[in-house]
């Protein structure tokens, strides 16, 4: 049966303990393998999971350490949010001489930079005109839906 507009769904927050079971890492593993994702983070209001591909059973070669949670962000302050989960790149790999960097003004929609997951680039839209206060997220690093990855300073 199809749900009219009308419909009303009822979204209940999930558990992170759905995402424990091994049959359920297995799944979110054989489909990373599939299409090419190296990892995957996931979070919920009652903890977070990280599943990292192994290439060839053999451990990833570099691991970055956990860094130390940094002071929330207003909302004002957010210039860029990643549009999807992947690898954060701050320039085009063909274009790596034009990175926005610290310090300099962008219009609103303008692409600020490119998320990666495996052969897709998406670019990263700025939400507001403004001059870019700091990058949040290193070239390389790996980001989720919604996270912060330019500032601005309101």
Known sequence: MACSAECKVKRQPVSISRYSEPGAIADLAAHL?????????????????????MAGGQAPAAQR??????????????????PMAG??????????????RAGQSVAKGEIVAFVAAGPVLVPVIAEKAGTVSE??????ALVGYGSTLLKTET
């Open 65 to 82: 350490p956990i860094e130390a949670a940094k002071a929330p962000v207003k909302a004002g302050d957010i210039l860029a949010r990643a």
């Open 33 to 53: 393998e599939h299409n090419n994702v190296s990892a995957i983070e996931i979070e919920t209001p009652d903890g977070s999971l990280k599943i990292v591909a």
């Open 135 to 140: 990058i949040v997220t290193e070239t390389g």
């Open 87 to 100: 690898i954060f790149t701050a320039a085009h790999p063909q274009r790596p001489d034009r990175a926005v």
